[in-house]
């Protein structure tokens, strides 16, 4: 059964600095993973999605990288601004069709 | 484009009450995925629909029920409601399933006394 995990639950950082956030999975057998962000009460959005074949994506600040054979995702954010702070989420799915297993996140606060 | 909506918004059921919740996809999308977000649990997969068919199923109670119509509007039904059905209920759509890039709706909150 696939558990994905993500440590820290929550991370506080001031302005500016580059960090790393966490996500580890117990099945390597994954289609894709993807990292989404959450604001307090609204919905996810899309963030990065890694095929299983690649090894990273970046889109804008954001970096993320798949180690398959380890079971690990990093999400690397450059530059932090406060408007970063909110909820990061990771998840696989294990083939095109299947359903999606979401990790319980890491709550991110960027202080000014 | 338009982005994913829910209605209702917000909804307060008494326990045994049943709901029904809607979800309208971007235009184009065919699968429509269905999700609870509790603070114990986290986010959980439902259930998926694509082209009218539940393609997928996570695991909870019967009492949780969905379909698509052909339109690719979906409906969420909870029978016989408990106090652990309050959420977070969120529904996301892509044009081809829960491994393609997903669009969220902005959810819809239950609250059942």
């Known amino acids: 059964k696939q558990e994905v995990t993500q440590i820290p639950a929550a991370l506080s950082v001031p302005e500016g600095e580059n960090l790393v956030l966490n996500c580890s999975f117990t099945?390597?057998?994954?289609?894709?993973l993807q990292w989404f962000r959450q604001d307090p009460g609204k919905g996810l959005t899309s963030l990065l999605l890694i095929q299983s074949s690649q090894r990273e994506q970046t889109s804008g600040r954001l970096n993320a990288s798949l180690d398959k054979s380890s079971g690990r995702s990093t999400l690397y954010i450059a530059a932090s601004q406060p408007g970063d702070s909110a909820t990061y989420l990771c998840a696989v799915s294990k083939s095109s069709a299947s359903k999606i297993i979401f990790g319980s996140g890491t709550r991110l606060s960027i202080r000014p | 484009k338009a982005g994913v909506t829910q209605t209702p918004r917000y909804l307060i059921k008494t326990r045994g009450q049943q709901v029904t919740l809607s979800c309208s996809p971007i235009?184009?999308?065919?699968?429509v995925s269905w999700y609870q977000q509790t603070p114990g649990q986290g986010l959980q997969f439902l259930f998926e629909?694509?082209?009218?068919?539940?393609?997928n199923k996570g695991n909870f109670p019967g009492r949780f029920s969905g379909r698509q119509f052909s339109n690719s509007r979906s409906e969420m039904n909870v029978s016989t409601l408990e106090l652990g059905d309050s959420a977070l209920y969120l529904c996301a759509s892509s044009e081809a399933g829960v491994s393609y890039e997903q669009y969220f709706g902005p959810g819809t909150r239950l609250t059942v006394t």
């Open positions: 099945d390597s057998a994954i289609y894709n």
């Open positions: 629909y694509f082209s009218e068919t539940q393609r």
């Open positions: 235009s184009g999308h065919r699968s």
